[in-house]
């Protein structure tokens, strides 16, 4: 397979998994998935962003694929959750290699960082409460899903050799 099909294909199977988790989470725990202080499965894919850039454009189609077929979505959440996924999985990618003992603790604080940022600002726009206090329940949700799902599923990568199985690394 050569490579710009290669980045299709991996793109466009990282968008469908960001929206069937994030969908399926929301069927088996309503509002997990949307509430200030979100604990979203699917965040845990932003790690794929430290083996391909292909994450990049599949996170961020997941994000907008999601946000656009989710009726309580509103017109922000298309526009600025989607910015943010789009910049979160581009720093990850940029900042992969700084690592404390081969693990990417810089880059794991990126999602926390721009979801906080822009999502905490569009909270505050729709529902009051304060930026810092938005921003901040974001940042723990986010925080929350990186250091466990997401350091599982880089170390299980890792371990399986998975990141070179699958992206060439």
């Excluded at 509430?35 to 932003?46: K, N, P, Y």
């Excluded at 921003?135 to 929350?144: C, I, S, T």
């Excluded at 466990?148 to 990141?163: H, I, P, S, V």
Aim: charged share 10%; glycine share 8%.
């Amino acid at each position: 397979m050569n490579k710009k099909t290669r980045y299709l294909v991996h793109s466009a199977i990282i968008a469908a998994l960001y929206v069937v988790l994030t969908h399926l989470q929301n069927i088996l725990l309503p509002g997990s998935a949307t509430w200030a202080v979100q604990f979203r499965v699917s965040e845990a894919l932003c790690v794929l962003a430290l083996f391909t850039p292909a994450a990049i454009p599949g996170l961020s189609l997941g994000c907008l694929l999601f946000n656009i077929t989710y009726a309580q979505a509103l017109p922000l959440d298309f526009l600025l959750g989607t910015l943010a996924t789009t910049l979160t999985a581009a720093f990850m990618w940029k900042t992969r290699d700084l690592t404390v003992k081969g693990y990417p603790l810089f880059a794991l604080f990126m999602p926390a960082l721009w979801n906080a940022l822009l999502v905490g600002w569009e909270l505050s726009v729709y529902i009051g409460g304060g930026f810092l206090i938005n921003a901040a329940l974001v940042a723990v949700g986010e925080l929350g899903v990186l250091f466990t799902l997401g350091t599982a599923l880089f170390y299980g990568m890792k371990l399986r050799r998975l990141d070179a199985r699958l992206f060439g690394k």
